[in-house]
């Protein structure tokens, strides 16, 4: 499918803008440009606008775009990438623009489809006449396994089953455009084409507004709306919740963008529970009632009781919750059935039977191989077409003859005797191409556009005024997917007249109830804010730490000249080890601290603690500010090993370990300053002050517990590394003692780094935890909290500076009886509020194999 390229961009005409007209005659239809070489009419305001625009002014905005997107971590899992799962989301600055007769004939032929299908589903999951009539094959659906038999006979609210619809659509060498798919269980994407558009109204306002394209929200306004009419009972408030596989599934950003654009819960399937055939979603409060589920995951991995057993990500119960009309499932289970390629070939006497209407919108050419008379045609055409397995479940690519050599081929055709039913063939359309910006040239590529319909409230469906537009990676690719490498377009659709300037945000004039309260924070995101606070404070104190190491070594020539160094070594070394002996640690510096920082493979490294970091923020990205997410997407630059043949040098640590401690510092002032005091801040805080206390203990422990014979400039180290020492000097000028030192980092309380002010934060944090009212007495958390904080308190620091035999034996009994403590206050806080869950420590990569099927039928 070699489609050519462009000239670059310097064509006289458009200087110093672009040129959308080939250099060579492409393959296929081109949506740019028409046959004379000519802008197509409806692309002429777009070009008029490019050209005004300027190349080196819309080089210099696609940079600041792709900076946008790359900081509002904006990704698409890319399972095998050897580069790491999370791929930064590829889109082209040259939105495709279609016109408004187009998007009107594409709009009456998609309503009639869904509707069609939805009739179709009606009936297969009610009195199946379709089948004793003969216009649907038993065989596409009693074998298929998208047919749920749990769900046969589940009455759907209003007849509804598609809430939500997507078709990929593809325009062939005549200029007509063709359905080359349906997804009707969980479709893909919407949320990427609403990104899309953010980012392109921000990059090109100019062109956007000349063009008058039509706006997205009231697509989603109509979505909500539905939604929420969806609900069995708490109508005027319903709860919906969305729900997701996980931060592994391939579109999970697309989920939290989604969730926090709709205002609705982000649920994974451990979030909820069944009891009495309800729903329930885990709140640290209790149990809350969920009224509707948006679902996010393919139909067998929702119940392990009654669809998949071995699946993990769904909900038991749910089926039955259902049935018993407690709870809506959107789309409905079971629409996966109708995702099979072989419908389409049945779709034209579906339609008259149904409808009593020829269909409007054709289908791929398709043939089911389990007729004879299409399997000849098939055998006599191999050639000419794609070979697909008639269920998207088994996961079989697909298969181009003409590609095949001449044994693989009569392998293919004796598979296709053997088991005909088994697959389904379809056209190999010759795909549109659009133009695409290659470093600074225009080059064509094929193209795919996902439309989208939202059903509405009066029984019918909206067509989503754009899409999601995906291009092929190269000019030879055969099949445009996301997987491989693929890009993205937004899609403007033109209107004739002005456009509605809707938005979901609340105008100036309308009212809105006021309420000091986020909603009930859901168990599993509690969990997560609490362990992405323990990690960043964990992440800081190491940066800290290593940057005082290396310090000493970048200015200082070895240990004659840092006697304190040995002893910050033995503070680094106890970190991946507590009970690491002294002496191990005295080591070549260096050969300590690279490891320390770079390596990966270390999950006591700076580089495994800050991806934990990165992990766990992924997971509650729809809980944390816009800004906040970016510090923390920004960190993954910061652990890369400079870019040097011989290996970082001292200075170049150092660098990048000051770059990362500002950047923590930034984290740390975001959920200090613009955090609501809601549930998720306590439960951040508590993991940030949790890690703290035990990074300070350690750090005292492994400096000044044994008594050094040069304290001073050891003394000096842990006033540095515990960024107390201005407070320090201000207090005591130059005259360095172990009791003003432990006077200052463990008794004093008005220093935001002591011992004592974290614990007594914990224990204002564990305070204001939720629990019931009207219980006697403290709950066990607050009373461990007070426990080690009473210890600290009691503290006397002249006593705790008393050195006998070397050691300070006063220090190390309080250091250890406060070190007893915590892990016992974070195992209650765990029993307590999150004990259901499996927690974020454990962030070893986990097999992505169920993960990766649990969205096999939607792949972008």
Same mark, same amino acid.
């Given at each position: 499918?070699?489609?050519?390229?462009?000239?670059?961009?310097?064509?006289?005409?458009?200087?110093?803008?672009?040129?959308?007209?080939?250099?060579?005659?492409?393959?296929?239809?081109?949506?740019?440009?028409?046959?004379?070489?000519?802008?197509?009419?409806?692309?002429?305001?777009?070009?008029?606008?490019?050209?005004?625009?300027?190349?080196?002014?819309?080089?210099?905005?696609?940079?600041? *775009?792709?900076?946008?997107?790359?900081?509002?971590?904006?990704?698409?899992?890319?399972?095998?990438?050897?580069?790491?799962?999370?791929?930064?989301?590829?889109?082209?600055?040259?939105?495709? /623009?279609?016109? %408004?007769?187009?998007?009107?004939?594409?709009?009456?032929?998609?309503?009639?489809?869904?509707?069609?299908?939805?009739?179709?589903? %009606?009936?297969?999951?009610?009195?199946?006449?379709?089948?004793?009539?003969?216009?649907?094959?038993?065989?596409?659906?009693?074998?298929?396994?998208?047919?749920?038999?749990?769900?046969?006979?589940?009455?759907?609210?209003?007849?509804?089953?598609?809430?939500?619809?997507?078709?990929?659509?593809?325009?062939?060498?005549?200029?007509?455009?063709?359905?080359?798919? &349906?997804?009707?269980?969980?479709?893909?994407?919407?949320?990427?084409?609403?990104?899309?558009?953010?980012?392109?109204?921000?990059?090109?306002?100019?062109?956007?507004?000349?063009?008058?394209?039509?706006?997205?929200?009231?697509?989603?306004?109509?979505?909500?709306?539905?939604?929420?009419?969806?609900?069995?009972?708490?109508?005027?408030?319903?709860?919906?919740?969305?729900?997701?596989?996980?931060?592994?599934?391939?579109?999970?950003?697309?989920?939290?963008?989604?969730?926090?654009?709709?205002?609705?819960?982000?649920?994974?399937?451990?979030?909820?529970?069944?009891?009495?055939?309800?729903?329930?979603?885990?709140?640290?409060?209790?149990?809350?009632?969920?009224?509707?589920?948006?679902?996010?995951?393919?139909?067998?991995?929702?119940?392990?009781?009654? /669809?998949? @057993?071995?699946?993990?990500?769904?909900?038991?119960?749910?089926?039955?919750?259902?049935?018993?009309?407690?709870?809506?499932?959107?789309?409905?289970?079971?629409?996966?059935?109708?995702?099979?390629?072989?419908?389409? *070939?049945?779709?034209?006497?579906?339609?008259?039977?149904?409808?009593?209407?020829?269909?409007?919108?054709?289908?791929?050419?398709?043939?089911?191989?389990?007729? @004879?008379?299409?399997?000849?045609?098939?055998?006599?055409?191999?050639?000419?077409?794609?070979?697909?397995?008639?269920?998207?479940?088994?996961?079989?690519?697909?298969?181009?003859?003409?590609?095949? +050599?001449? =044994?693989?081929?009569?392998?293919?055709?004796?598979?296709?005797?053997?088991?005909?039913?088994?697959?389904? *063939?379809?056209?190999?359309?010759?795909?549109?191409?659009?133009?695409?910006?290659?470093?600074?040239?225009?080059?064509?590529?094929?193209?795919?556009?996902?439309?989208?319909?939202?059903?509405?409230?009066?029984?019918?469906?909206?067509?989503?005024?754009?899409?999601?537009?995906?291009?092929?990676?190269? @000019?030879?690719?055969?099949?445009?997917?996301?997987?491989?490498?693929?890009?993205?377009?937004?899609?403007?659709?033109?209107?004739?007249?002005?456009?509605?300037?809707?938005?979901?945000?609340?105008?100036?004039?309308?009212?809105? *109830?006021?309420?000091?309260?986020?909603?009930?924070?859901?168990?599993?995101?509690?969990?997560?804010?609490?362990?992405?606070?323990?990690?960043?404070?964990?992440?800081?104190?190491?940066?800290?730490?290593?940057?005082?190491?290396?310090?000493?070594?970048?200015?200082?020539?070895?240990?004659?000249?840092?006697?304190?160094?040995?002893?910050?070594?033995?503070?680094?070394?106890?970190?991946?080890?507590?009970?690491?002996?002294?002496?191990?640690?005295?080591?070549?510096?260096?050969?300590?601290?690279?490891?320390?920082?770079?390596?990966?493979?270390?999950?006591?490294?700076?580089?495994?603690?800050?991806?934990?970091?990165?992990?766990?923020?992924?997971?509650?990205?729809?809980?944390?500010?816009?800004?906040?997410?970016?510090?923390?997407?920004?960190?993954?630059?910061?652990?890369?090993?400079? =870019? &040097?043949?011989?290996?970082?040098?001292?200075?170049?640590?150092?660098?990048?370990?000051?770059?990362?401690?500002? %950047?923590?510092?930034?984290?740390?002032?975001?959920?200090?300053?613009?955090?609501?005091?809601?549930?998720?801040?306590?439960?951040?805080?508590?993991?940030?002050?949790?890690?703290?206390?035990?990074?300070?203990?350690?750090?005292?422990?492994?400096?000044?517990?044994?008594?050094?014979?040069?304290?001073?400039?050891?003394?000096?180290?842990?006033?540095?590394?515990?960024?107390?020492?201005?407070?320090?000097?201000?207090?005591?000028?130059?005259?360095?003692?172990?009791?003003?030192?432990?006077?200052?980092?463990?008794? &004093?309380?008005?220093?935001?780094?002591?011992?004592?002010?974290?614990?007594?934060?914990?224990?204002?944090?564990?305070?204001?935890?939720?629990?019931?009212?009207?219980?006697?007495?403290?709950?066990?958390?607050?009373?461990?909290?007070?426990?080690?904080?009473?210890?600290?308190?009691?503290?006397?620091?002249?006593?705790?500076?008393?050195?006998?035999?070397?050691?300070?034996?006063?220090?190390?009994?309080?250091?250890?009886?406060?070190?007893?403590?915590?892990?016992?206050?974070?195992?209650?806080?765990?029993?307590?509020?999150?004990?259901?869950?499996?927690?974020?420590?454990?962030?070893?990569? @986990?097999?992505? +194999?169920?993960?990766?099927?649990?969205?096999?039928?939607?792949?972008?």
């Amino acid at each position: 499918m070699s489609d050519g390229l462009t000239e670059p961009l310097t064509d006289p005409r458009l200087a110093p803008g672009g040129d959308f007209r080939p250099g060579a005659e492409p393959s296929g239809y081109y949506e740019a440009v028409d046959d004379a070489g000519e802008p197509r009419p409806h692309w002429a305001a777009f070009d008029d606008a490019l050209r005004e625009l300027g190349r080196d002014e819309l080089a210099g905005r696609w940079r600041e *775009a792709k900076q946008l997107i790359r900081e509002n971590g904006v990704t698409y899992n890319v399972y095998g990438d050897p580069h790491g799962i999370a791929r930064p989301w590829q889109l082209d600055p040259i939105p495709l /623009l279609v016109p %408004t007769h187009e998007s009107v004939f594409l709009g009456r032929g998609l309503i009639q489809r869904a509707k069609l299908l939805e009739l179709v589903l %009606t009936d297969l999951y009610g009195p199946q006449r379709l089948l004793k009539d003969g216009l649907i094959p038993p065989q596409l659906v009693f074998p298929n396994p998208g047919f749920l038999r749990s769900v046969h006979g589940i009455k759907v609210p209003g007849g509804r089953y598609l809430h939500l619809y997507a078709a990929n659509l593809g325009r062939g060498s005549d200029g007509n455009w063709r359905v080359i798919g &349906d997804r009707t269980q969980a479709p893909s994407g919407a949320g990427y084409a609403l990104e899309n558009r953010i980012v392109m109204t921000r990059t090109l306002p100019e062109a956007f507004r000349d063009c008058r394209v039509h706006r997205l929200a009231l697509f989603f306004q109509t979505f909500r709306d539905t939604l929420r009419a969806l609900a069995p009972r708490n109508k005027d408030n319903p709860r919906v919740v969305l729900l997701t596989p996980g931060p592994y599934n391939e579109t999970y950003f697309e989920h939290a963008y989604l969730a926090r654009y709709l205002g609705y819960t982000l649920v994974e399937g451990g979030d909820l529970t069944v009891r009495d055939n309800r729903v329930y979603l885990k709140v640290l409060g209790g149990l809350q009632p969920v009224d509707v589920i948006f679902r996010r995951l393919d139909d067998d991995f929702c119940d392990p009781l009654e /669809l998949r @057993p071995d699946s993990f990500l769904g909900v038991p119960g749910l089926v039955h919750a259902a049935r018993s009309g407690n709870v809506v499932v959107a789309n409905a289970l079971g629409t996966g059935l109708l995702e099979t390629p072989a419908l389409p *070939a049945f779709l034209p006497r579906l339609c008259r039977a149904v409808l009593g209407e020829e269909l409007k919108l054709e289908s791929v050419g398709t043939w089911w191989c389990g007729e @004879p008379d299409s399997l000849r045609y098939v055998l006599d055409h191999l050639s000419q077409l794609v070979i697909k397995p008639v269920f998207p479940a088994t996961r079989i690519e697909p298969v181009f003859p003409a590609e095949l +050599t001449a =044994a693989q081929r009569l392998a293919l055709v004796e598979r296709l005797h053997a088991r005909p039913w088994d697959f389904v *063939a379809q056209d190999r359309l010759d795909l549109s191409s659009a133009p695409v910006l290659d470093g600074d040239r225009l080059v064509r590529r094929k193209l795919v556009v996902r439309a989208y319909l939202a059903a509405d409230t009066n029984g019918g469906f909206m067509c989503m005024p754009g899409g999601l537009t995906r291009v092929s990676a190269s @000019p030879d690719t055969t099949v445009v997917s996301m997987q491989r490498g693929g890009g993205s377009k937004d899609t403007w659709v033109l209107a004739d007249a002005a456009v509605s300037d809707f938005s979901l945000l609340p105008g100036s004039g309308q009212r809105v *109830a006021l309420t000091r309260s986020g909603g009930n924070l859901p168990s599993r995101a509690a969990d997560n804010l609490y362990w992405l606070g323990r990690y960043a404070e964990r992440a800081e104190g190491l940066t800290r730490l290593l940057r005082g190491i290396v310090v000493r070594i970048t200015e200082r020539s070895g240990l004659v000249d840092s006697p304190e160094l040995p002893c910050l070594l033995h503070a680094l070394a106890i970190t991946a080890d507590p009970k690491c002996p002294r002496g191990e640690a005295e080591c070549d510096p260096l050969d300590r601290v690279f490891p320390a920082v770079f390596d990966s493979s270390d999950p006591n490294s700076l580089a495994s603690v800050v991806n934990a970091v990165r992990s766990v923020a992924s997971v509650v990205r729809d809980l944390i500010s816009l800004d906040m997410w970016r510090v923390v997407n920004s960190l993954g630059e910061l652990t890369r090993p400079p =870019a &040097d043949d011989d290996g970082p040098t001292p200075a170049a640590v150092l660098d990048l370990l000051n770059r990362t401690v500002v %950047t923590l510092a930034a984290f740390g002032g975001l959920a200090t300053e613009s955090m609501t005091r809601g549930e998720g801040w306590r439960f951040l805080d508590l993991g940030r002050k949790l890690e703290r206390s035990l990074h300070t203990i350690g750090l005292i422990r492994a400096t000044l517990v044994n008594v050094s014979p040069q304290e001073g400039p050891v003394l000096d180290a842990v006033l540095e590394v515990a960024d107390s020492g201005m407070t320090y000097r201000r207090r005591y000028m130059s005259s360095l003692r172990a009791e003003a030192v432990l006077d200052l980092l463990v008794d &004093d309380e008005t220093n935001p780094r002591s011992l004592a002010s974290q614990l007594a934060a914990l224990a204002e944090d564990v305070d204001h935890l939720p629990r019931s009212t009207g219980a006697a007495g403290r709950a066990p958390e607050q009373r461990f909290a007070l426990a080690a904080l009473g210890s600290v308190r009691m503290a006397e620091p002249e006593r705790l500076a008393v050195a006998e035999e070397g050691t300070r034996p006063a220090l190390k009994a309080l250091l250890d009886h406060v070190a007893g403590w915590l892990p016992i206050l974070s195992d209650a806080i765990t029993q307590q509020y999150l004990s259901h869950l499996q927690t974020s420590r454990h962030l070893a990569r @986990p097999d992505l +194999t169920l993960l990766t099927a649990a969205d096999s039928g939607d792949r972008l």
